[in-house]
């Protein structure tokens, strides 16, 4: 059973008594209170689920037991084949990257792998991407645009790796190149935000034609408790920042920033893998036939028209000084004491 988050303790109550009982002589009417107790269990979970703050989904989408790449690789791909290393300086466990069959069809996948116990972790460095990690991942976008195949990206990282051989090594110029290269990657592209998006280490590989997140994932430019400890310098206000942030699947896709949301199973995709598996697979069979249907051309302009409309005035956010501004008679004098003409203009993110 998958270790129960802090928000589900009713749903631990039943689950300790169902346990109890499950320990005694089995009789019909014991069966019939176990079945029972298990439909309230699943009751109460949906419900809970339905109703989750945002803070509550950034502690669904980090459990520990939240499928990562290679699990999905496990149950949606055949014939995967990991290539490894950016032929400049080492392979980053971080990120999984190499060939595969999809239905059939051979396709390339690239994902972050956090690892599901210490040891994976460790080795795996909880998910956090060096610069050899984007590189190695360039490598293999690469080789699928030459040979034509397809790209499926899952994104599940708190961020890159932020230590001083890292940055050292470039990892600021690694993803730059890496957001260039992959708006001109010559083959359809299906990201899927499957855990946390975290900030520069998640965009690192999440430039695609189809941008898809899972119902329970988030997707921020810094954790809660980062964001709340610049802003407050109390970083317990964490519950508070989640809300601000607007990093939920819903959020997200309010905003444009993502394409679709994909369902999970009820009590997170950590709770049924085989049914959260299920659930991508549908979504990326009909991202990928939506992307063959269209010409190389099309593809590109629309990936390139989607990324620079996000962040446009009136989508992300709203001018409200602006629409004051220009609600006030000329001849009023600016609250301020510069006249109406002295008033930067900001546009397309340049000052005029």
């Not at 972050?112 to 080795?123: A, E, L, V, W």
């Not at 964001?227 to 309010?254: F, H, Q, S």
């Not at 920033?257 to 959260?276: F, K, Q, T």
């Not at 549908?282 to 302009?301: C, G, K, V, W, Y």
Request: aromatic letters at 6%; charged letters at 30%; glycine letters at 8%.
């Amino acid at each position: 059973m998958p270790e129960l988050l802090e928000f589900e303790e009713p749903v631990g109550v039943l689950l300790k008594e169902i346990e109890a009982l499950s320990m005694l002589p089995k009789t019909p009417e014991r069966e019939r209170s176990i079945a029972s107790l298990r439909r309230r269990a699943d009751e109460i979970r949906a419900e809970l689920y339905a109703t989750l703050t945002p803070w509550q989904r950034v502690l669904v989408a980090r459990h520990p037991s939240r499928p990562n790449t290679l699990d999905y690789v496990e149950r949606l791909f055949t014939n995967f084949d990991e290539l490894h290393g950016d032929r400049r300086f080492a392979d980053d466990h971080a990120i999984v990257a190499g060939l595969a069959e999809y239905k059939g069809e051979p396709v390339a996948v690239i994902g972050h792998q956090k690892g599901s116990d210490t040891k994976q972790k460790i080795f795996r460095n909880f998910g956090y991407a060096r610069p050899e990690g984007y590189r190695k991942a360039l490598r293999v976008l690469r080789f699928a645009e030459k040979f034509s195949r397809p790209v499926i990206v899952f994104i599940d990282t708190p961020a890159a790796y932020p230590g001083m051989e890292s940055e050292e090594r470039g990892v600021a110029e690694a993803i730059a190149v890496n957001l260039r290269e992959m708006m001109l990657i010559d083959v359809p592209i299906v990201v899927i935000v499957c855990g946390e998006g975290g900030s520069g280490g998640a965009l690192g590989i999440a430039i695609g034609d189809r941008v898809l997140m899972q119902e329970f994932a988030v997707y921020s430019v810094i954790p809660p408790e980062g964001c709340a400890a610049i802003l407050w310098r109390d970083a317990n206000r964490k519950v508070e920042a989640a809300e601000a942030l607007k990093i939920t699947a819903p959020d997200m896709l309010a905003l444009g920033l993502v394409d679709g949301i994909i369902p999970e199973p009820v009590g997170g995709a950590h709770n049924d893998v085989d049914r959260a598996s299920a659930l991508v697979d549908q979504a990326l069979s009909h991202a990928i036939a939506e992307l063959a249907a269209m010409t190389a051309q099309e593809r590109l302009d629309s990936r390139y028209a989607k990324f620079r409309r996000m962040g446009e005035e009136g989508i992300a956010f709203t001018d409200t000084d602006g629409a004051a501004s220009s609600a006030r008679p000329a001849e009023e004098p600016d609250p301020a004491g510069a006249r109406p003409g002295d008033r930067a203009k900001v546009r397309g993110g340049a000052v005029e």
